[in-house]
């Protein structure tokens, strides 16, 4: 008596894949599975056992996810290439979910497994067993994710949970989850437990932003500020831009003994020019604080902008408009840039206390946009609360993998099932928790191993 794993078109198979829609109302489901049993029909067992094996590498999991006993067989179809003259008993059909939404919904409750990518379904009955290995659409890939949870204040409560570690905590179980969700794609990643969570402080004053508003060239003037407590005074000759008065800047702070970085920012729709960043550090690595001058502007000059920024959470963190949306406020980017390690394959996520101004609970910047931010996700306390409901992280995570600002209900056909869905708020299995296999493609062909982000790296599948 043999024992193997038949797909819905009657295929034997040795990989299955989570299934990507919601529950059918419909007996054949194209996205399920059976176990069969082949042999003399006196060997045929009355049931089988399924247990759902979790990934080797996936995280601290060592048990089994879930056990199915005593399964019942019915006589039906062999598969395809099947020996002549055997019978065949099947299980019912059953389909891989990742959560227990999803299990325990009525349409499928009783013919529904969790599963992890990387892991695998194993059937048995007596000394016969088979095993399926869960797999993506695309095989499996892993994303770097390195997490930074704010403070509100210097040394004061973090933005979510009671303490650092209860941060952490949320964090991790936020990361298994978007895991899960975009294990339908064969994406995940990595163990949640090893993903680097930080807490740390808002920065204060560090960055020094030439052009912050309009982007328009010198008429003539100067620059004022000083850098730990030493002002600095620098000429603006008329039709000086922000570019090359931040590298004027950068050469007298240079001179001092500071550590300097230049990054030009995305163009806005608003502006003549991107604005500038000027970042100041110490030799020792730590930021500079710079401050207006002890009297008067920080610019003299009538039509050239300046900003000192930092970022400030007590009333929200200032979040881009469409306006700005390629470069971020200076409030962003003071704090984005603080903490980012340069790195365009790491996936940075910024936990903040809120977000100011409006209903915004999630944000993202992009490889496509070009700017000196991306690849860079940003999700509030209120993210965070919305749980399975939103899936925020999962969702902000998709529009950098994606490459994609927009959503598909911006331009098409409102479907509150899709996880990338603008505004749809469900905690059932109709929610926003569904990736169509378009969406998993454009994943791979916008941040695979060859593009320029290389956000995704295949992960091949580790033994059992």
Same mark, same amino acid.
């Given at each position: 008596?043999?024992?193997?794993?038949?797909?819905?078109?009657?295929?034997?198979?040795?990989?299955?894949?989570?299934?990507?829609?919601?529950?059918?109302?419909?007996?054949?489901?194209?996205?399920?599975?059976?176990?069969?049993?082949?042999?003399?029909?006196?060997?045929?067992?009355?049931?089988?056992?399924?247990?759902?094996?979790?990934?080797?590498?996936?995280?601290?999991?060592?048990?089994?996810?879930?056990?199915?006993?005593?399964?019942?067989?019915?006589?039906?179809?062999?598969?395809?290439?099947?020996?002549?003259?055997?019978?065949?008993?099947?299980?019912?059909?059953?389909?891989?979910?990742?959560?227990?939404?999803?299990?325990?919904?009525?349409?499928?409750?009783?013919?529904?497994?969790?599963?992890?990518?990387?892991?695998?379904?194993?059937?048995?009955?007596?000394?016969?067993?088979?095993?399926?290995?869960?797999?993506?659409?695309?095989?499996?890939?892993?994303?770097?994710?390195?997490?930074?949870?704010?403070?509100?204040?210097?040394?004061?409560?973090?933005?979510?949970?009671?303490?650092?570690?209860?941060?952490?905590?949320?964090?991790?179980?936020?990361?298994?989850?978007?895991?899960?969700?975009?294990?339908?794609?064969?994406?995940?990643?990595?163990?949640?437990?090893?993903?680097?969570?930080?807490?740390?402080?808002?920065?204060?004053?560090?960055? &020094?932003?030439?052009?912050?508003?309009?982007?328009?060239?010198?008429?003539?003037?100067?620059?004022?500020?000083?850098?730990?407590?030493?002002?600095?005074?620098?000429?603006?000759?008329?039709?000086?831009?922000?570019?090359?008065?931040?590298?004027?800047?950068?050469?007298?702070?240079?001179?001092?003994?500071?550590?300097?970085?230049?990054?030009?920012?995305?163009?806005?729709?608003?502006?003549?020019?991107?604005?500038?960043?000027?970042?100041?550090?110490?030799?020792?690595?730590?930021?500079?604080?710079?401050?207006?001058?002890?009297?008067?502007?920080?610019?003299?000059?009538?039509?050239?902008?300046?900003?000192?920024?930092?970022?400030?959470?007590?009333?929200?963190?200032?979040?881009?408009?469409?306006?700005?949306?390629?470069?971020?406020?200076?409030?962003?980017?003071?704090?984005?840039?603080?903490?980012?390690?340069?790195?365009?394959?790491? &996936?940075?996520?910024?936990?903040?206390?809120?977000?100011?101004?409006?209903?915004?609970?999630?944000?993202?910047?992009?490889?496509?946009?070009?700017?000196?931010?991306?690849?860079?996700?940003?999700?509030?306390?209120?993210?965070?609360?919305?749980?399975?409901?939103?899936?925020?992280?999962?969702?902000?995570?998709?529009?950098?993998?994606?490459?994609?600002?927009?959503?598909?209900?911006?331009?098409?056909?409102?479907?509150?099932?899709?996880?990338?869905?603008?505004?749809?708020?469900?905690?059932?299995?109709?929610?926003?928790?569904?990736?169509?296999?378009?969406?998993?493609?454009?994943?791979?062909?916008?941040?695979?191993?060859?593009?320029?982000?290389? &956000? &995704?790296?295949?992960?091949?599948?580790?033994?059992?």
């Amino acid at each position: 008596m043999k024992l193997v794993f038949v797909d819905a078109a009657g295929d034997t198979v040795d990989r299955v894949s989570p299934a990507r829609t919601p529950p059918p109302s419909e007996t054949v489901d194209p996205e399920a599975v059976h176990v069969v049993a082949m042999g003399p029909s006196a060997e045929l067992p009355s049931s089988i056992g399924i247990s759902s094996v979790p990934a080797p590498d996936g995280g601290s999991r060592t048990s089994a996810i879930e056990t199915m006993r005593d399964v019942p067989l019915e006589v039906g179809a062999c598969p395809k290439g099947a020996p002549a003259g055997v019978t065949c008993a099947r299980t019912r059909a059953f389909r891989i979910v990742f959560d227990d939404i999803d299990r325990r919904h009525p349409l499928i409750s009783g013919r529904s497994v969790i599963g992890e990518v990387g892991g695998a379904l194993v059937a048995n009955a007596g000394a016969a067993s088979a095993s399926a290995r869960v797999i993506g659409s695309s095989g499996r890939h892993r994303g770097k994710l390195r997490v930074h949870i704010l403070r509100m204040t210097e040394n004061g409560p973090v933005a979510i949970g009671r303490d650092p570690e209860d941060a952490a905590r949320l964090v991790r179980e936020e990361i298994a989850r978007a895991s899960s969700l975009w294990g339908a794609c064969g994406i995940g990643f990595g163990s949640p437990d090893a993903v680097e969570v930080a807490t740390v402080d808002p920065p204060g004053p560090w960055l &020094l932003a030439l052009g912050c508003g309009a982007g328009l060239a010198a008429s003539g003037g100067e620059l004022r500020f000083s850098v730990d407590g030493r002002e600095l005074v620098v000429p603006l000759a008329a039709g000086t831009t922000p570019k090359s008065a931040a590298r004027r800047v950068a050469s007298l702070l240079e001179k001092r003994g500071l550590s300097v970085v230049v990054s030009e920012n995305g163009l806005s729709t608003a502006g003549a020019r991107a604005p500038v960043d000027v970042h100041v550090r110490r030799k020792t690595k730590t930021r500079a604080t710079i401050t207006l001058p002890a009297s008067g502007v920080i610019s003299t000059d009538p039509t050239f902008e300046a900003c000192i920024g930092k970022a400030n959470l007590e009333d929200g963190l200032q979040h881009f408009g469409d306006a700005d949306a390629v470069a971020g406020t200076i409030e962003e980017r003071a704090m984005v840039k603080a903490y980012e390690d340069g790195d365009p394959s790491t &996936l940075d996520v910024f936990v903040v206390p809120s977000f100011g101004g409006d209903a915004r609970i999630g944000e993202s910047f992009i490889f496509a946009d070009s700017g000196a931010v991306k690849n860079t996700v940003i999700i509030d306390r209120a993210g965070f609360r919305a749980h399975r409901a939103s899936f925020t992280l999962a969702h902000e995570i998709g529009h950098v993998l994606l490459d994609q600002p927009g959503h598909p209900d911006d331009f098409g056909a409102d479907t509150p099932t899709r996880l990338m869905d603008a505004d749809a708020v469900n905690p059932t299995a109709f929610g926003p928790r569904r990736l169509e296999l378009g969406e998993c493609a454009r994943a791979l062909r916008q941040s695979g191993d060859t593009t320029p982000s290389n &956000l &995704l790296l295949p992960w091949p599948l580790a033994p059992l």
